[in-house]
């Protein structure tokens, strides 16, 4: 069983940059596949980005590419996802969530952990 636990969110004026970390526990972090989404009020979980367990392979969806990046330290049992020119319309709550299957994942029900969430909110 892993438990994931995310951090790092917080409030931020448009343009600005924060840096959200995932730590997880109670497993072997280098085997899972690992990906971030959110969640905006009144909207649908969506794919924010998606990093193979060794970090070889990522992806970002269209509407944050160029601005965030996910990277990951398996030696800390960390995942990150550094954000830049962060927008109003990125406001959401953020999770991390840990696949053992392997892969580049986009679509959440391949996820089989997920953390809580760190509130974002960004200030026009």
Request: aromatic share 18%; net charge positive.
């Given at each position: 069983q892993v438990q994931l636990v995310e951090s790092g969110g917080g409030l931020v004026q448009a343009g600005g940059s924060l840096r959200l970390s995932?730590?997880?526990?109670?497993?072997?972090?280098?085997?899972?596949?690992?990906?971030?989404?959110r969640q905006a009020p009144g909207k649908e979980r969506e794919f924010v980005a998606a990093i193979t367990s060794g970090g070889a392979s990522m992806g970002h969806a269209?509407?944050?590419?160029?601005?965030f990046t996910i990277s990951r330290d398996n030696a800390k049992n960390t995942l990150y996802l550094q954000?830049?020119?962060?927008?109003p319309e990125d406001t959401a709550v953020y999770y991390c969530a840990a696949d053992p299957r392997g892969g580049?994942?986009?679509?959440?029900?391949?996820?089989?952990?997920?953390g809580q969430g760190t509130q974002v909110a960004v200030s026009s």
């Open positions: 995932c730590t997880a526990s109670g497993g072997t972090f280098s085997d899972y596949s690992m990906g971030w989404f269209d509407s944050v590419t160029g601005r954000m830049n020119n962060l927008k580049l994942r986009i679509t959440g029900t391949h996820y089989t952990y997920w």
